[in-house]
């Protein structure tokens, strides 16, 4: 059979042009591939840079700061860093403080519930005041976070207007409740605020306590370590006292003679107090 001289110049044409076709199909499917997995990419380090950027630069490095703090290893500041003011507002008035406070409760709460009271009514608790029991965060928040200022302090105080804390007065009532002994021991002046203090710890729902234990006038000017120290040492070695458990928001309530058989750290990133 003759085949029409068109169809056959056109079979010619086709059969030439059909590894063209597929490098041309073959070019398209791997440029699509490699432009979908360069958006991919693309998008991923997108998706990925704020979440890293957002944790470094949001907080300052204040996050940092604030966990020295915590566990002493900065010390001897005598206020919040410049640029961690805001970090601490933060962390103080919306929820994290809160937060961390109640996880530290739940510790305290733990190692109760494993220690009884003697009858011999010798087992004792030893409970910081200022940001332990009563709050200072009003005063601190109206100062901006500035520099521990006595005689402003004094001020404040006098007034007996600290919230008190939930969570430590709980335990205040569980302890209490358990037979243990509750003593208060605060480098507050005794002689100036020892009045609007017992005021307000009673207004705020601490009462039943053993001994409200502040600074005397001899204890004038030492440090809050050498002074609940000497007073620790003094309730154990003359009146016989076990010490079982110590809360502070100070390392100072926590450090130095006969602190107790376990100590309990409550935030503060407010002030230090040596
Ligand atoms: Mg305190």
């Known amino acids: 059979m003759v085949m029409p001289a068109g169809l056959a110049s056109a079979m010619v044409h086709s059969r030439a042009t059909a590894p063209v076709a597929l490098w041309r199909l073959a070019f398209v499917v791997l440029l699509t591939h490699f432009v979908v997995a360069v ?161 307000n710890l009673e207004s705020e729902g601490f009462l039943g306590y053993e001994r409200l234990i502040m600074r005397s006038p001899d204890y004038r000017g030492q440090s809050s370590s050498l002074f609940k120290s000497a007073m620790r040492k003094r309730l154990v070695e003359e009146e016989g006292y076990r010490i079982r458990g110590n809360v502070g928001d100070q390392w100072s309530d926590l450090q130095g003679d006969y602190v107790g058989d376990r100590v309990f750290k409550i935030p503060n990133p407010m002030y230090y107090v040596p």
């Open 39 to 199: 958006a991919a990419a693309a998008a991923l380090d997108v998706a990925a840079k704020p979440c890293h950027s957002a944790s470094v630069d949001a907080d300052d490095g204040c996050l940092s700061w604030r966990v020295m703090v915590e566990a002493n290893n900065a010390r001897g500041w005598r206020t919040v860093p410049a640029p961690c003011v805001a970090y601490v507002r933060g962390y103080m008035t919306r929820g994290q403080y809160g937060r961390d406070l109640s996880s530290v409760m739940d510790q305290v709460a733990a190692y109760v519930d494993t220690v009884e009271a003697d009858a011999d009514g010798l087992d004792a608790w030893i409970l910081d005041i200022d940001d332990t029991c009563l709050s200072n965060l009003l005063y601190y928040e109206a100062k901006q976070f500035g520099a521990y200022d006595p005689s402003a302090f004094k001020m404040w105080a006098t007034k007996g207007a600290c919230p008190g804390i939930p969570a430590v007065l709980e335990l205040f009532a569980t302890l209490q409740a358990k037979g243990f002994k509750v003593f208060l021991l605060s480098g507050r002046d005794e002689e100036t605020l020892a009045t609007c203090t017992s005021d």
